[in-house]
């Protein structure tokens, strides 16, 4: 297995709307330094190729069904794996995010955009290639991508395997059947063996029914995906492909995320000058406002605001905190509606909470360093970074047990306490009062600093590199490359 093309409609550091931007920054590179030779395909967004303007056009695609020419970018390298843009103005330079406009809408041509990232990534994938480097796998992320196991299909002579990896089902790009065409598909793929989905077209059914092998981002939601519940529609289709489908945790970026080492935060620290993280928590507590000094237990959230998150319950703890000692610090962005209800939460309890709204990843570094404890109550999560950076932190981490916050944290109790393998608190029932609870265990907790020591000190020593996860993405691709010589 020597090569690669990793398809991701996030460029860090310049588009990047959660976990799978984290993913495309480490992944391709832990992959060459395994001596994989991984290079990156993604959409020539106007600020990257801005921000790049020695790229070089490598090669140009006729216009095809609906879709308008365009240029292949070779344009400098993601931590040191080459990247490829595709470069189609009309697509690409727009202002807002990789999906949707400034106003938080989708743009109505998605399907168009991301169909033309992954015909192009088949092509590339394929004897039609016109780059002399030719990938024996096709890693696909998410449905932006998913459409590629599809056009690969319709290739001629032989081509890469395909790989597609699912970071969040829930974004599933359905699209209305009359995108077929545009799309540049055969009427006999709209078919239940095909890309066919309830009368309508999904990338992401369509790649999980045409890739050789499927990852998802921990073993845990590789499970829930396979029930009713979590399957979200592609549970049945999901459960037939049992056997080609794992779960691999996604490591983290342990140089960005170095306590020992990061300049973002106000003092730096390991285990053995834990002491110093208290500067951390002055300087958060200034940030935001908060009262300052020890007596309270500071909890920290940076997230996405969205239901999925389970920020809702954040704002019903926040409200309930009563006469608890403890202080909240939210960072996030997103439901309009938990903006409002966060911002709010604030006002009334100035000193107690605070809220920034934003993306601001310099923050986001402080407040795993400044706070206590870390919460991260989702309602599904299918790897989750954050609970990890917590753990390196010394900030145990308040979790749901689902998907990949079940996978790495584990749960203080007598048990684990003195087998040595706690590390955080986590809770089943999805409700704000086992939110609640849980908080008032971790509080108990902290108030024991030798428990809590116990607790921070095993999350430290804790390994989440990406070199382990490349390892197995490795065994993925030779597995599925096994399955095509069949
Ligand atoms: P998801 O991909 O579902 O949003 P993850 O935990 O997998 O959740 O990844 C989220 C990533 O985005 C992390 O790197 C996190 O630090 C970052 N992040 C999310 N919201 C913010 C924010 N408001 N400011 C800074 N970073 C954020």
């Known amino acids: 297995m020597h090569r690669v093309l990793f398809v991701s409609p996030e460029i860090p550091p310049w588009v990047k709307s959660g976990g799978l931007g984290d993913v495309t920054a480490a992944l391709p590179a832990a992959l060459r330094a395994s001596s994989v030779d991984t290079r ?26 609906a879709f308008p020419a365009c240029r292949l970018m070779s344009a400098g390298d993601v931590n040191g794996a080459p990247l490829l843009l595709l470069d189609c103005p009309e697509y690409f330079r727009r202002p807002g995010t990789a999906y949707q406009d400034s106003a938080f809408a989708d743009w109505p041509d998605n399907h168009l955009r991301f169909g033309l990232l992954s015909r192009v990534a088949a092509i590339l994938g394929s004897a039609a290639s016109p780059l002399a480097w030719r990938p024996d796998v096709v890693h696909c992320n998410d449905w932006p991508t998913a459409l590629a196991p599809a056009y690969l299909r319709l290739a001629e002579g032989a081509h ?146 969205a239901h999925q998150k389970g920020i809702d319950w954040v704002v019903g703890l926040g409200g309930a905190l009563g006469n608890l000692p403890v202080q909240l610090a939210v960072l996030g962005s997103g439901e309009k509606e938990l903006e409002e209800d966060l911002t709010a939460l604030a006002q009334m309890h100035r000193g107690r909470i605070g809220v920034v709204i934003g993306f601001d990843e310099v923050l986001a570094h402080l407040i795993e360093a400044g706070c206590d404890a870390f919460l991260m109550p989702s309602r599904f999560e299918p790897c989750g970074l954050n609970q990890m950076y917590s753990l390196r932190y010394g900030t145990p981490p308040i979790v749901r047990a689902t998907g990949g916050l079940a996978d790495t944290v584990v749960d203080c109790d007598r048990t684990t306490l003195a087998a040595g393998t706690a590390n955080g608190f986590s809770f089943v029932e999805p409700s704000m009062a086992a939110l609640l609870a849980t908080v008032r265990r971790a509080l108990d907790a902290w108030n024991t600093p030798t428990v809590w020591r116990t607790l921070q000190k095993r999350g430290m020593s804790l390994d989440f590199s990406w070199s382990a996860s490349a390892q197995r993405y490795l065994s993925v691709y030779q597995a599925a490359a096994r399955d095509s010589h069949l």
Request: charge should be positive; hydrophobic fraction near 45%; glycine fraction near 12%.
């Open 160 to 305: 890469a395997v395909s790989v597609v990896a699912i970071h969040n089902l829930s974004h599933q790009g359905v699209f209305d059947a009359a995108t077929l065409h545009p799309l540049g598909l055969p009427l006999s793929m709209f078919a239940i063996d095909g890309v066919e989905y309830y009368g309508k077209l999904s990338f992401l059914k369509a790649g999980i029914f045409y890739a050789q092998r499927l990852v998802t981002v921990s073993p845990t939601y590789a499970r829930e995906i396979q029930t009713e519940e979590g399957g979200q529609g592609l549970g049945g289709l999901l459960r037939g492909r049992q056997r080609e489908l794992i779960g691999i945790l996604n490591g983290i970026d342990t140089k960005v995320w170095n306590p020992a080492m990061d300049r973002r935060i106000a003092h730096t620290y390991d285990f053995s000058t834990i002491a110093r993280k208290s500067v951390n928590k002055l300087a958060l507590q200034r940030r935001f406002g908060l009262e300052l000094g020890e007596e309270r237990m500071l909890l920290g959230v940076v997230s996405r605001l």
């Open 40 to 65: 990156v395909l993604a959409p020539g967004y106007g600020v990257a190729l801005e921000a790049l303007p020695g790229a070089v056009c490598v090669a140009q695609f006729d216009a095809h069904a």
